[in-house]
């Protein structure tokens, strides 16, 4: 067998933002507030729910993962960005390139996984409500929390070994602000149309499936609710949740769930779902629930006590 006259190349530059320095500092300085709110909405979200005892259910147990996941999510890919604002070569090493895309793709699937599982949560609690604390039980809980860990594990897995297995020789330009399977793959010195397939099939059938699943339950929820008063208290109880899932897999099943051919706005819906939405869902959350903010303002209430024990 003759050996390939291919060298792999060794560092990928990603995409700029903006081509002038002004913006890119005023860009800067937005997705750092941005990065900052959701490392501290989230932090807040998981410190309430550890602390507070009357939190200790399995909806506030999801949302606490949720909201690590959320924090995981973020700094995937928000620190690589931020220093890329301020960096006159948007530059990254394959092998960090691959561990980007692989913790990527570990923690979106999980996250979609979790988001079913809260789903189901809230079918159990509307439709079976005398049940509840039987079923969703706290070893439930916790296997399926790691059911949703392990899916999004295997899922990346397969994800970065079919990309790493490509041979990269030529143009190392990535169309994107980090890395991901669409346009790193684009860079592949061989025809990839069947690796497009079997990555489509996989990214595009778990959020496309992930959320037909959701959908499901929620009008299964309503359906089964008789009353228009309970319908009405339903919907408030799963409204936060519906947000979050249409803002997190909307942009997924748009980028994923289609062959790999590029649009001008693919760059802008990256950065919805791996920027803005994790900040998002913290607020949405708070903002929506009153049990997590009455746990917030007990909870602020106990440090400034705390803080008046200390002696000066």
Known sequence: MKPRNQTRINEFLLAAISPTW??????????????AVTLVGNTLIILTVGSDPRLRTPMYFLLGNLSFLDLCYST???PKMLMDFLATKRSISFDACMTQLFFLHFVGAAEMF??????YDRYVAICKPLHYPAIMNRQLCSWLVAASWTGGFIHSTVQTIL???LPFCGPNHVDN????????IKLACTDTYVIELLMVSNSGLISTSSFIILVISYATILVRIR????????????ASHLTVVTLFFGPCIFIYARPFSTFSVDKLVSLLYNIITPMLNPLIYTLRNKDVKSAMARLRSKETASEKKLPL
């Open 114 to 119: 979790l988001l079913t599982v809260m789903a």
């Open 22 to 35: 002004q913006s890119q500092a005023t860009l800067f300085a937005i997705f750092l507030l941005v990065y």
């Open 163 to 165: 990309t790493m297995r």
């Open 227 to 238: 009353s228009p008063e309970g319908r009405r208290k339903a919907l408030n109880v799963c």
């Open 177 to 184: 602000f980090f890395c991901d399977v669409p346009p790193v």
């Open 76 to 78: 995937v890919t928000a």
